[in-house]
């Protein structure tokens, strides 16, 4: 943000005499705006914070969203989640890992924000390295999964048993604060992975990753609406992305054990899953795993009547 | 103030007002600003609830559809009492006998679609039969569409022909005249079918069928709006409004709300002079009633299918 252009012109100077001046270009700014339904709006609330450095650097505006902008990417995610679920399981691999690629493409950029967050050069490349692992991991499990928790189950009556998962429906997860990039993506992946689509709240004090983030999914063919990502407060917003009955899951990144309380009382209003990944380093291996896939997924079990043929016995 | 009674001369259709295109479109914007919370949002939602015409108008409509859908306009959601009943019911006239039988005793009316819904395009003998045939089965109010084409081609007299003979056919039902505002295509079209409609005995005029893209607008219904006011001073009567087709979200519902408000005032706020044309209309009502209810955002899934 920093850089100039340093311009050498010849002007003429008051008293007609040519002298050498230093122009400095204006430099054009990035809006930092939300994520909703594949498009970038502002918040409806029309507020915005200051994002800062630990120094106290100004670095940007950024949209201070409302829970209408809440409940607008609700109804985006909810209107996202049939053509997304019905994906072939290897189409959406295909997407995550273009998102790979396109995160690639642009990891100088994300390298500077991290750094202007306070990340160190060196811990900011390895960071942008490992999102970019990540997001290749969860796009490789898209479709082996479900081989692996699927199960055929054995039964006493003549059918055949088996269960597999399903994608549980919209999630709103609020991610982890501390790290402002791998945080957002190592829970966005595997939620989308299963074939949910999800509204996310991105780290209040590191906000612009999540943005160029957006960017990103914007252009890896990702379908409008699977990804919604917020930026704000979670103490304004948390409770609303607990109570919302379209909403079937919710993920929590932080420790506050009072806002753990709360969103355990407000979920069971319609029987939500909620998540608290509040001891996990998103930096290490411990950070990612099919399990985080399983977590949002149901398991829907099917009795298939087998006929019985010729008398053979059972078999399918 | 003029008064009922007085002499009605029919004007010549081809004076009828031209519409400033811009201006309308900035004065309906407008009416979608105003700012209605919290006990102002129910009791407008509770009454645009009672002004829903809940629709079916599709080919594949089976009696035990439209029973269904009967059965949801007398129980529009049990888990909140209170809650008013929706002003009718309309299907095609094969199923008005059905829908009639369905709603007995509910005080729902039935309203009919007739006059070969949604083209139009048939004969006047056709016509009249449809018409009779929905009215004969029980139908309340009878829905007709215009001649588009033959307005098109200027034929003002033929149209206003066609709507007073069908009125004259539907005999006590109320007739409600559908422009197909879309059909139409420029605003001044609308004004002067509008015009040929109520001079012709519309009891209400209605933007569209639901059938053809773009659904009707705002500015469109404020024009038909303005045309009832203009009607209504020069006539005394009174003509009742329908807006149909896109109208599928209750903070759209309350934005007309307003305009009718605003622009014909407090004697069309109900739905003897005011309806709303809608299958998905009512459950995101619902949902927004729960919501000031409740305090939580709601689910789809709570609620009945169309």
């Known amino acids: 943000m920093e850089k100039e252009i340093k311009k050498s012109s010849l002007s003429v100077s008051e008293n007609g005499i040519e002298k050498k001046t230093t122009q400095k270009r204006l430099e054009v700014l990035k809006t930092y705006k939300i994520y909703i339904g594949g498009q970038f709006p502002r918040t409806e609330s029309g507020r915005y914070y200051v994002a800062s450095s630990a120094a106290g650097k100004q670095l940007a505006n950024v949209c201070l969203s409302s829970r209408k902008d809440f409940r607008d990417a609700v109804v985006a995610a909810r209107n996202a989640f049939g053509g997304w679920s019905n994906r072939a399981a290897f189409n959406r691999g295909q997407i ?15 390298i500077e924000e991290l750094i202007q967050q306070d990340t160190s050069r060196s811990k900011a490349e390895k960071e942008v390295n490992l999102a970019i692992d990540r997001l290749i991991y969860y796009s490789g499990w898209c479709d082996k999964f479900q081989q692996v928790f699927s199960a055929v189950n054995p039964v006493a009556t003549s059918h055949f048993n088996f269960s597999v998962p399903e994608p549980t429906g919209v999630v709103s997860i609020i991610a982890p604060q501390q790290d402002g990039l791998i945080g957002l993506v190592s829970v966005i992946a595997p939620v989308i992975a299963g074939g949910n689509t999800c509204i996310v709240l991105a780290s209040e004090s590191k906000p612009l990753c999540s943005v160029t983030f957006a960017e990103v999914i914007n252009s890896s063919d990702m379908p409008a609406g699977v990804v919604n990502i917020l930026t704000g407060k979670p103490s304004e917003l948390a409770s609303w992305f607990v109570n919302h009955m379209d909403v079937n899951a919710t993920i929590y990144c932080e420790k506050d054990s009072s806002v753990q309380k709360m969103m355990q009382d407000k979920a069971a209003l319609n029987v939500k899953r909620i998540f608290f990944y509040d001891k996990i380093n998103w930096n290490s291996d411990e ?12 398991i829907k079990t099917t009795w298939h009547p087998i006929e019985h043929i010729a008398g053979s016995g059972g078999g399918y | 103030m003029p008064k009922t009674g007085m002499l009605t001369t029919i004007p010549d259709f081809t004076l009828t007002p031209r519409i400033d295109q811009v201006g309308a479109e900035e ?8 700012s209605i919370k919290k006990e102002a949002k129910v009791n407008g939602l509770k009454l645009v609830l009672n002004m829903i015409d809940l629709t079916t108008l599709e080919g594949k409509d089976t009696e035990g559809k439209v029973k269904q859908l009967c059965y949801k306009a007398m129980h529009l959601h049990d888990a909140l009492p209170g809650l008013p009943a929706v002003a009718a019911v309309c299907v095609y006239p094969t199923m008005v006998k059905t829908a009639k039988n369905a709603l007995k005793g509910s005080g729902i009316k039935v309203a009919s679609v007739a006059t070969g819904f949604p083209s139009g395009q048939a004969s006047r003998d056709v016509k009249i039969r449809d018409t009779r045939y929905a009215v004969d089965n029980g139908a309340d109010e009878v829905d007709m569409v215009i001649s588009r084409g033959k ?3 200027g034929e003002y007299n033929y149209v206003f022909d066609e709507i007073a003979a069908v009125k004259e056919a539907c005999g006590e039902a109320r007739l409600k005249v559908i422009l197909e505002t879309s059909d139409l295509i420029t605003f001044d079209k609308i004004r002067r079918a509008s015009d040929i409609a109520m001079y012709a005995g519309a ?8 059938k053809i893209q773009p659904p009707s607008s705002m500015p469109v219904a404020l024009i038909m709006i303005e045309a009832i006011r203009d009607f209504y001073y020069k006539t005394g009567k009174m003509v009742g409004m329908k807006p149909a087709g896109g109208i599928s979200k209750a903070k759209v519902a309350l934005h007309y709300l307003v ?3 605003e622009v014909l005032g407090e004697a069309w706020m109900n739905n003897h002079w005011f309806r709303f044309g809608a299958s998905s209309l009512a459950n995101d009502v619902l949902m927004q009633i729960m919501k000031e209810k409740t305090g939580v955002y709601q689910c789809a899934s709570y609620f009945s299918i169309d």
């Open chain 1, 96 to 110: 995550l890992y273009r998102m790979a690629e396109m995160l690639e493409g642009r990891k100088a950029q994300f």
């Open chain 1, 287 to 298: 950070g990612q795993s099919p399990y985080f896939i399983m977590d949002t997924q149901e």
């Open chain 2, 27 to 34: 004065r309906a914007s407008r009416f979608t600003k105003r």
């Open chain 2, 151 to 153: 307005f098109h081609a």
């Open chain 2, 203 to 210: 009891d209400f005029i209605k933007t569209a069928t639901g």
């Open chain 2, 259 to 261: 305009m009718v408000k």
